[in-house]
């Protein structure tokens, strides 16, 4: 529909995107939050100093993603509540 979310893809490399997948969103997000000070590993301390901004795009994405599904949940439950309305009134 036209007022949900548009998700601001990420361009980055099918590579990438596997491996920021690898460790999730939460992950990704904690580790830009934090800096290499508490971020135990070494692939995600290169990852995130390498690739900062990619990440930044790539948690971008996801958020747009997670907020379109909740728009169309949304929709869906309103449409439900809109028919399941029309039909008691046609009963009553």
């Known amino acids: 529909m036209w007022w949900w ?3 601001r893809r990420a361009k980055i490399s ?3 995107r596997t491996r ?11 580790a830009l939050a934090v800096g290499s ?3 135990q590993g070494r692939e995600l301390l290169n990852l995130i100093e390498g ?3 990619e990440v930044m795009e790539w ?3 996801r958020r ?3 907020e379109r599904r909740e728009q169309r949940l949304e ?3 309103w449409a439900i509540l809109i028919f399941a309305r029309s039909v008691y009134a046609k009963g009553h």
């Open 5 to 7: 979310r548009k998700v």
């Open 14 to 16: 099918e590579d990438l």
């Open 20 to 30: 920021f997948e690898r460790f999730g969103e939460d992950v990704l997000a904690h």
């Open 37 to 39: 000070i508490l971020t």
């Open 51 to 53: 690739h900062r901004e």
């Open 59 to 61: 948690l971008t994405e």
């Open 64 to 66: 747009d993603i997670h």
């Open 75 to 77: 929709t869906a439950e």
